[in-house]
């Protein structure tokens, strides 16, 4: 396989967050994408990374390969990463192969890694609400309720969504109207409760996505979905805290 | 009451200095201005602060009212405020509801608190020594002295005042003359030592008014009085370190 | 002896790197120049420092004289030297007084310290590879390799300049190759490692030069060369690290 990522942040930004949860992970190299499902120690949290083959420069790849890499030592390497370095995967001797091209040459190998863990899969769910925005106002909204809790909820009716959080008497609530960049659809009045540590690791996706789909129902897993047309998508699910969490 | 502030920084940076000192305080709402006199723990320092209800773009209170408030709480709020929000305080079910107006709505409840400390008093005193000078100016000569000693000597004479520091055989002065932005009046050679720890804080008030006066006497509490007209004013009182401490 | 330099750089960015690596130092005060030659308290590696009498705008010594500086001291002085001050140094009181010169006045003295240590001595040294480069590049290469290990083979050969480093089963490495900015000479294939940790520390000095002169031979000391001609001169000297160290 040799791929080749001019728009080198579509690499650098996502191992970022995903390092955020999880410390190794396996990716699928196909001939039309990577991907990559990865589920949090705690098993609270999911997230799924796909970069598709039409964002990269040069992207051959001759059969299927799935690989184990420590995200922590794939970060730093891709820390190294200048404005106009273009960045080359191989796999060489059962090593991964990085190469960033810029004013010099620098090569990187990181060995890879068994993953004990099995396969982990999507799961099927459906939502009775959805909210579409500018990725920036919800990491607005989540670190303006940061303030007075641990948890945050999430509510929906009809054109209105508020994100709310209460503790020790405080209280900080957020109100978001649709308007033209901003959508908000729900069967019903919905309400739900989710980590903000959770929730703050998984906003720093709006740096690869200026827009945000934000899916839940009642007691029921988050979705957050940041994409980029033919580019490059992040997935995240979140459980749902009780209320008296 | 509701009282809406446009010009959100004199609030902001007040409180964030106040609560360098103190971590919890009194608020007298008053009909034309809000007032806040407060003691540090230590007994060391005294600020006082007013915010003019003619800061205000609506400044509507009715009768006058005392609130305690969590200044740590109160300052993270208060760090969520963006460039052009407005910012709201009213009184609502015992509590503090502080809304911050912009692009969204978003409001904060904060649970008024009761302050067993009795009421402060600002007193009455009597400096020999008068230095007025643009605020960075007393910045920078803390910090200057501030390498050498844990305390500074304020010494003004006649077209001259010294801000010096001496400790461990190293020693340090910053001599300030005046000219057109500069003044300096002392019925004798003053001399005084304070707590650069303190003045740390104090000085920070440069934030809100580009000049300070500073009056003491030998051995006599130290006054800081930052103010800009018909808006705001903060005032510290230091207590002296004595020779030998 | 009274010393007035304007181009304060010269002496604040050299003072803080050599106390990265000692913590007092002999200065000896010529009439041409400082000179400053320390060992670090591992005898890993050795600093040399010229400042000449050319980069002064005043520079008045009667006669030769030595004096031992806390470094920690003197930086911290030179931290609050401002964009335009002037800075001079004097002996005075056995003691060094140093002023700067701006807007405002101001002095601090600093006490002369007693050294034990010997005179140290700039070791006769012969090597086989010299490499000349802009000084940007080499501090690249030496991040970009830290990632993976603490120590960094330093490799010259015909038309070839490697910087590399490996360990964890993670290896990491930059080619540098000549060019107009870039000369590689070398008598032989040469390869010498040293330590990481060190070198960061000696790389600063790309702040008083834009080019470096790199000299090594096979499991022998190495030596950077960092100068403006008629200014500054920075010379550090580092001992090997073996195979398997």
Redesign the interface.
């Known amino acids: 396989m040799k791929l080749v990522l001019s728009e080198t942040k579509l690499i650098k930004e996502p191992i970022t967050i995903i390092n955020d949860l999880v410390n190794e992970a396996r990716f699928k190299i196909k001939k039309d994408s990577i991907e990559m499902i990865a589920m949090d120690p705690a098993n609270v949290a999911m997230v799924v990374f796909r970069l598709l083959g039409s964002a990269f420069v040069e992207y051959s790849v001759k059969e299927d390969v799935s690989i184990g890499i420590n995200l922590t ?1 794939f970060k ?2 891709l820390r ?1 990463v200048k404005a106009n370095d273009n960045l080359m995967l191989e796999l060489i001797d059962n ?1 991964l192969k990085i190469t960033l091209q810029g ?9 890879l890694i068994e993953l004990d863990e099995k396969e982990q899969k999507v799961p099927e769910l459906k939502f009775k609400a959805t909210v579409r925005c500018p990725s920036g ?1 919800l990491n ?2 989540i ?2 309720v940061e ?2 809790a641990e948890s945050v909820s999430f509510q929906a009716e009809d054109k209105k969504f508020i994100i709310a959080a209460s503790g ?9 109207k649709p308007d033209e960049f901003i959508s908000i659809k729900t069967e019903e009045k919905t309400k739900s409760k989710y980590s903000i540590e959770y929730l703050k690791k998984m906003i720093q996706a709006s740096k690869i996505s200026s827009n945000v789909e934000i899916l839940f129902s009642k007691d029921y897993p988050l979705k957050l979905e940041y994409k980029e047309i033919d580019k490059i998508q992040m997935i995240f699910i979140l459980a749902p805290r009780m209320e008296g969490d």
């Open positions: 030592d730093q390497v190294r090593k004013a010099s040459v620098r090569t990187f190998f990181l060995p106002i607005d909204a670190e303006d303030i007075v020790d008497s405080k209280k900080a609530s957020v109100e978001i």
